[in-house]
């Protein structure tokens, strides 16, 4: 085998686990310790018609295309994680009055600032070692909608809840563990 064939070749055998990621979210950490599922969302390139005289041709050009991020995670018993994304939804859309938006988007130092309405998040995926591997940093994140808790008295085993939240963004990247280099 060649020297170039070597390098082609991949190095690391191992496969990526389903299990291992970590998700956290800047603006509400409660919701990050009990993630019990999280997605790198899809993404797509639209494509623009290049007309030529025997045929139309297929060429990138067109807006990328992020899907919604969406997260799974165990609510606690004080509802805390459940109530942190509940808020953010309502202060977002001052569903009583503008006030409550108003409200919403005051800084630590009680000024407005509109830059409040968003969070940054990271999924970090962990190798077989669960140690860092990747981290895929999404940016300017905010919430569109969560899923209802269904109460329920005729079950007969306990099923813990599990809320699910999704989030609209402006942008990924993927990240190597050192958090800078994008791959």
């Not at 669960?130 to 969560?146: D, G, M």
Request: aromatic fraction near 14%; charge should be negative; proline fraction near 4%.
């Amino acid at each position: 085998m060649t020297n170039s064939q070597f390098r082609n070749q991949i190095q690391n055998r191992n496969f990526l686990s389903p299990a291992g990621f970590n998700f956290s979210l800047a603006k509400e950490p409660k919701v990050s310790f009990f993630c019990t599922s999280a997605k790198i969302p899809e993404i797509s390139l639209g494509v623009a018609k290049q007309p030529t005289y025997l045929k139309d041709l297929d060429i990138p050009g067109e807006k990328l295309t992020y899907g919604d991020l969406t997260l799974r995670f165990l609510v606690d018993e004080d509802m805390s994680n459940y109530m942190a994304i509940h808020n953010w939804l309502t202060g977002l859309g001052f569903p009583e009055s503008t006030q409550d938006f108003k409200n919403f988007i005051l800084n630590s130092d009680g000024i407005e600032d509109m830059e409040e309405q968003f969070s940054d998040g990271s999924l970090t995926i962990l190798n077989s070692n669960y140690r860092t591997n990747t981290i895929v940093k999404f940016l300017n994140l905010f919430p569109v909608s969560l899923t209802s808790l269904d109460f329920d008295t005729s079950v007969t085993d306990i099923q813990y809840f599990t809320a699910q939240a999704t989030f609209k963004y402006t942008v990924y990247n993927i990240l190597d563990q050192d958090n800078r280099t994008r791959l």
